[in-house]
Each structure stands twice: as structure tokens, then as C-alpha cells.
């Protein structure tokens, strides 16, 4: 588990920061532990200076007690320790100017004691040199006892104080060292639990972060693995390649397509894999993806042992992390059966194409003959025809027509579901042609006894189509309506929207809503029209198909029992 | 009288060929065969036909073909053609549309209006 470095700064700095704050704690624990050093140095000179105050005082006692007891027992051993005692009071006094060398206070108090005390010793060595001269006059005795009691007071009084001075500075600096122990606790503490609670919060950041990391691991992990699934479990090559066109990375479904181990094709260039013509091609392929950096697809044709195969190849660049292109990644698929089909899809379409070309052409030359031959004879050519001959014939003449119009409109129908129907495309009067229409079928209906109304809009604008076609439509259109009703039947156009919509409404018995639904559909008769003129129900199919490939819409109105209206609309902005 | 005019037909189809010469013949016109189409520009040099009706479909030159030769022919350029075709399908409609044709027809057809078309042709009689 890598840490990069932008992600250290702060445990670094957190951690730094608590360094400083215990070594300020150990800091002031040091300086206080000096500091009870010093106290304890101060404590110990203090009691120096009192002991050694007491030696003094129990000195010059000393000395007053051999000199007293000399001067009742006369023993000359009391006059030796006298002079030991006024010795050790000497050395005291010296000792304790030593001693209070650091105060100045103290130090006029044992120059006064310097003074106090060499004036007692002096009224002793006065009572005992007296003493040895045989005697001292008792009023002068009196006197020295009286000065040396004075002395005794005030060196006691001077020791005292000197004593309690020593005393209270030791208890000021004992409140102060409470004092000052009490602060630097605290202030260890703090620091301490300060210091503490940084590296706790710093652990909990980076434990965190290290469980976030983990976890990212795995993820990536998992999501790697998943890739790696994906990709072995793909059915289709997929493989990546350097700039020189090495194979770095093939899934086992690409070895078995080239039909060799992975192994044989790693670190290997297709040149190594392929034919010189077929390495040409891929090679070519590769550069231009390298070259353009946008992806691609290509087909192609290469002989493998297992026979020659079509794949359809989806290269695209592959970057490094900079985005820089390095070589090409791909995917692959084996379309030989779905090219194979679609051959024979194609080759199927073409048969029927011609087939229908071939069969219609076979049907028409036929009918060709016969109807020449019927219409010869019913207009008489060949000799007279009797009324009962005359009328059979006629109904020969519709089915010869019948049959006519039925390969017409196969074939139309096929060619328009083959796509192979041409439009001839051209400014068309939509007016004109249905008029046109109308016109062409006045006949038919006079003999019916039916109405035809035409209702035209005024300045229709002129429609890109193909006027055939479009002509086609109509008749169509009027030819059912003709079939339907034997009331009026009205054509006419308007305008509807941005569209021109041409109208067929006959008065008829209508269409329910669900045959409506099957109009259009090819070969659909709706009941009762075979009975009257037959049709071949591809009219309607045919119509739709013509329509729509120009864009427009086709449809119907009607309510059962009152009639119906046919209608389509053509573009007027259509770019042909 | 006015001599008849010379009508040649072009179909590989005997019925078709038989029934169509007649119906011409009984409207008055001469009519000369041809089944083949190999045979047709040769018999259009012999025979001086006034008008020319050409199936599409003819065996060995079809009809196109021929069509074009007429009209690329200064002598015989004159000459109405008339187209018949069964279909056409099987040809892309520019190529269709190109064939200099004077008139087309699809089968099968309304004599009447052959006949009229041939009328339409016709240049006009002349006068005496």
C-alpha cells in the first residue's frame, strides 16, 4: 500500500506539532526539576546557615560554660576547652559569612555578629585573665557580667532573627515551589493530553484513510476482475496493440478466432500471424487509427487454416495515461455466416425481383393476344356479333382487364417493397391532376347513374411528386369509391397545415373502426366489393407505399352508415 | 386512291404478331412480320416500312437497340417508332426513358388507342 506524498503533509506536520508540545512539556518538566534541584540545594544551604547559626550560639555557650566552670574549679583543662570553643565560635562565624555570601542582608547581620560575639569572647577572655591575676574587684566583676549578659541578649536576639529570616525565606521558596509544581503539572498535562489527542485524531485520519484505500484497492480490484471477465467471457476478439502492430493483449475467444495458442500470439505482429496481403490491410488499418486517433470499422477477408473468414474489426486508439497514442485496441467479430446471409438475402431479392419481372412479362404476353383478339372481334372487325355474343365478350373484357390491372399492381407492389420503384419527381398542379382523374372516370359513373363533384381550393401551391404516381393514388382512391356507393361521390383538396390534402368522400356504407385498422394492409378486401367489380386488395397497400415514400400521410374517416372519406397529404416544402 | 400504308411489326410472340397484323390489316394498313430482331433493321432497309411498331423483348437485338440504329440511320431516321414493352422491370427507368422511341405502349393494351397512335404518326396523306 503506497501513500503518495501529497497525503503525508498533514500526519507530518500533526505529528511535528505534537513533538513540539511534548517537548515543551518535558521542557518545563526539566526546568521545574531544576528548579527542585535549586530548592533542594536552597533547602539544605538554608539549614547550612542554621546549624550553623546553632553551632555558633552553642559555641560561645561553650565557652562561657568552661570559662565559668574555670573560675570554680580553677582546672586549667577548662581553659583549653574554652579556647576550643572560642575557636569553633570563630569558625562558625566565618563560615556563616561564607555562607551568607548571597545575601546582603544576612551579611550586615553577621558582620553585627562578627562584632557581638568578639565582644563576648573579649568579656571572657577580661574574667579569666582577671581570673589569673587573682582575683577581679566585684564591682568590676559586675559590670563584665552585666555587659556580657547584654551581649548574650543580643547575639541571642540577632540569631533568632537571623534564624527566622533563613526560616521564612525557606517557606517563601517552599510556597513557591508548590506553587510553581502545581503550574508545571498542569502544564505538562495539558501539552500532554494536547499532544495526545493530535496523534489520536491524526491515527483515526489515517486509519480511516487506510481503510478507505483498502477498500478502493478492492474495488478496483473487483472491478478489474470484473473487466477481466467481461473480456474473456466476450465471444468476440478483443485484443490490444502497440504502435508497431505487436500483439499486447489478445482474450481467448481472439486465439481460437486466429486459430493459434495465446501464446503464439502475444509479442508477435500480425505479419508473424497473417498473409504479406492480409498484414498489408490490417498494418494500413492500424496506421490510419494511429494517424487520425478516431475510431473505425472495418471488414475484412482473411484465408485462416480453418477456411477464409469476414470479420468485422472495431479499432480504436489506445492512450497512455498522458493521452498520447500508443498502439490500437480493437474488437473483432466473426460476421462470415451473417456476410453469408446476407448474401443470400441479397441473391433472394434479386431472384424475386427478376422472377417477378420474368413472370409478369410471361402473363402479360398472353393476355396481349387474347384481348387483341376479343377487342377485334367486339368491334366488329371480324363480322358481326349477335347481341348475346356481343355481351359475352364484354365480360371477357373486364376479367382481361381485371387480370391486367392484378399483375400491374403485383408487380408495382413488389417493386415498391424492394425499394426498387423509381419516382420521377416534378412540379405537379395538384388541382389539374385530380381533375384529370375525375374527368378520366366520368364515363364509368354516368353509366352508374353516379355523381362525381370535384372541389377544388383555390391557389393551392404546386407539390414536388410524381405525377403518375400521385394520379395513380387518386384513381385509386375513386376507383374504390365507385365500388362502395351508389350516391355522390366528392374530390377535393385544401389545405392542411403546410401539407395539401387531397379528399375522397363517397356515401356509402362506411367502414367500422376495426376494419379500418386492415385497410391499408396488402390484400385485404373488405365485404361486399368482390361481388361488384373485384379488386385485388393490393390497391390500398400500393397507395400507402406511394404516399408514404413522399412523405405524406394516407388514411380514412368514416362512421358505419355514413360513408367514408379517403385522404392523403402531400408536403408542399418537401425536398425531393 | 392513296397507296396503303406500310406498317412493320416486331414481336417474338406468334399470337401476338398474328393477331395484331390482322386487326392492322383490317384498318387498312400493309403490314410486314418480323419475329426476330436480328432481322428487323434489314427488313426496315428493304421494305421502307411508314411506321414502325417494336416489341421490347426480341430475341438476339432487342428492341432498344434497334430503335437506336433506326434513328442513327439518316435514311430510316424518319421513320415513327413505337415501343411495346411487357415490362420493363428488369431495366433501371433512365434507360428506359432514353430509348428515342417516338411512342411507347405497355402490354397488354387497348387497340383503340394503338390505333389512334399510329394515326398521330402517320405524316399526313398527301393530297390527290
Given at each position: 500500500m503506497r501513500f503518495d506524498k501529497d497525503s503525508l503533509w498533514y500526519p507530518g506536520i500533526g505529528f511535528a506539532v505534537a513533538g513540539l508540545l511534548l517537548a515543551f512539556g518535558q521542557r518545563a518538566l526539566n526546568r521545574y526539576s531544576q528548579g527542585m534541584q535549586r530548592s533542594a540545594l536552597w533547602v539544605e544551604h538554608t539549614y547550612d546557615v542554621i546549624r550553623t547559626i546553632e553551632s555558633l550560639s552553642s559555641a560561645v555557650s561553650r565557652a562561657s560554660a568552661n570559662r565559668r566552670a574555670y573560675q570554680i574549679t580553677g582546672e586549667p583543662s577548662y581553659i583549653l576547652e574554652h579556647r576550643h570553643s572560642a575557636a569553633d565560635a570563630h569558625s562558625a562565624l566565618a563560615a556563616l559569612r561564607d555562607l551568607t555570601r548571597d545575601s546582603a542582608f544576612q551579611q550586615k547581620n553577621v558582620l553585627r555578629l562578627e562584632d557581638l560575639v568578639g565582644a563576648r569572647l573579649s568579656v571572657m577572655d577580661d574574667l579569666l585573665k582577671a581570673q589569673a591575676r587573682g582575683g577581679l574587684d566585684p564591682r568590676k566583676s559586675a559590670s563584665l557580667m552585666a555587659r556580657a549578659r547584654t551581649l548574650d541578649t543580643r547575639i541571642h536576639g540577632l540569631l533568632t532573627s537571623m534564624t527566622r529570616y533563613e526560616e521564612g525565606v525557606l517557606q517563601l521558596r517552599a510556597e513557591e515551589g508548590q506553587i510553581g509544581y502545581r503550574r508545571t503539572r498542569i502544564l505538562q498535562y495539558a501539552l500532554t493530553m494536547a499532544s495526545g489527542l493530535i496523534i489520536l485524531v491524526i491515527l483515526l485520519r489515517l486509519s480511516k484513510e487506510i481503510a478507505d484505500r483498502q477498500k478502493k484497492e478492492l474495488d478496483l480490484r473487483n472491478s478489474t476482475v470484473l473487466m477481466e471477465v467481461v473480456i474473456e467471457g466476450s465471444s468476440d476478439s478483443v485484443f490490444v496493440k502497440d504502435?508497431?502492430?505487436?500483439?499486447?493483449m489478445m482474450n481467448t475467444s481472439g486465439a481460437k478466432m486466429i486459430g493459434r495458442p495465446l501464446d503464439g500470439i502475444i509479442g508477435k505482429t500480425d505479419s508473424e500471424l497473417f498473409s504479406p496481403e492480409t498484414f498489408a490491410r490490417l498494418k494500413a488499418s492500424d496506421q490510419e487509427i494511429i494517424q487520425s486517433g478516431r475510431p473505425k470499422v472495418y471488414e475484412y477477408s482473411v484465408a485462416l487454416p480453418a477456411g477464409t473468414k469476414t470479420f468485422q474489426s472495431s479499432k480504436a486508439p489506445y492512450r497512455d495515461p498522458q493521452g498520447k497514442i500508443v498502439g490500437v485496441i480493437g474488437i473483432a467479430r466473426d460476421v462470415t455466416a451473417q456476410k453469408a446471409a446476407e448474401e443470400k438475402l441479397q441473391e433472394a431479392a434479386q431472384i424475386k425481383a427478376d422472377f417477378a419481372a420474368m413472370v409478369s412479362h410471361e402473363l402479360r404476353t398472353p393476355l396481349t393476344a387474347i384481348k387483341l383478339v376479343i377487342d377485334m372481334i367486339v368491334d366488329r372487325t371480324l363480322g358481326p356479333v349477335n347481341e348475346e355474343q356481343n355481351s359475352a365478350l364484354v365480360t371477357a373484357q373486364r376479367s382481361i382487364d381485371r387480370l391486367s390491372r392484378l399483375i400491374n399492381e403485383t408487380l408495382d407492389f413488389q417493386k415498391l417493397e424492394s425499394g426498387k420503384m423509381e419516382f420521377r419527381v416534378s412540379e405537379a398542379d395538384v388541382n389539374r391532376l385530380v381533375q384529370e382523374v375525375v374527368i378520366s372516370f366520368e364515363p364509368v359513373a354516368k353509366g352508374r347513374s353516379i355523381t362525381l363533384l370535384t372541389n377544388v381550393a383555390k391557389d393551392l401551391p404546386k407539390v414536388r411528386c410524381d405525377k403518375d404516381k400521385i394520379t395513380q393514388v387518386v384513381t385509386n382512391l375513386l376507383s374504390n369509391a365507385l365500388k362502395f356507393t351508389a350516391g355522390p361521390i366528392t374530390v377535393s383538396t385544401a389545405m392542411d397545415g403546410s401539407d395539401v390534402r387531397v379528399s375522397v368522400k363517397d356515401s356509402g356504407p362506411g367502414v367500422s373502426p376495426e376494419d379500418q385498422t386492415r385497410?391499408?394492409?396488402?390484400?385485404v378486401q373488405l365485404e361486399g366489393t368482390r361481388s361488384i367489380q373485384?379488386?385485388?386488395?393490393l390497391g390500398l397497400a400500393i397507395s400507402k407505399k406511394i404516399i408514404e415514400r413522399h412523405d405524406g400521410k394516407i388514411g380514412i374517416q368514416s362512421k358505419v352508415g355514413d360513408g367514408a372519406t379517403f385522404f392523403f397529404t402531400l408536403p408542399v416544402d418537401r425536398s425531393a | 386512291m392513296s397507296p396503303k400504308r406500310r406498317i412493320l411489326i416486331a414481336d417474338d410472340d406468334p399470337d401476338i404478331l398474328a393477331m395484331l397484323s390482322l386487326r392492322l390489316l383490317k384498318a387498312g394498313y400493309d403490314v410486314v412480320k418480323a419475329a426476330e430482331g436480328s432481322l428487323v433493321l434489314a427488313l426496315v432497309r428493304e421494305t421502307k416500312p411508314d411506321l414502325v411498331i417494336l416489341d421490347y423483348?426480341?430475341?438476339?437485338?432487342k428492341g432498344d437497340e434497334i430503335c437506336l440504329q433506326i434513328k442513327a440511320d439518316s435514311a430510316l431516321r424518319a421513320i415513327p417508332v413505337i415501343l411495346l414493352s411487357?415490362?420493363?422491370?428488369?431495366?433501371?427507368p433512365e434507360t428506359v426513358h432514353a430509348i428515342p422511341t417516338d411512342d411507347r405502349l405497355t402490354k397488354p393494351f387497348d387497340i383503340s388507342i394503338l390505333l389512334e397512335k399510329i394515326r398521330l404518326l402517320l405524316p399526313a396523306e398527301s393530297a390527290g
Open positions: 504502435a508497431e502492430s505487436r500483439y499486447l385497410l391499408f394492409q396488402s390484400f373485384g379488386g385485388t386488395g | 423483348f426480341l430475341p438476339n437485338v411487357a415490362s420493363t422491370a428488369a431495366l433501371p
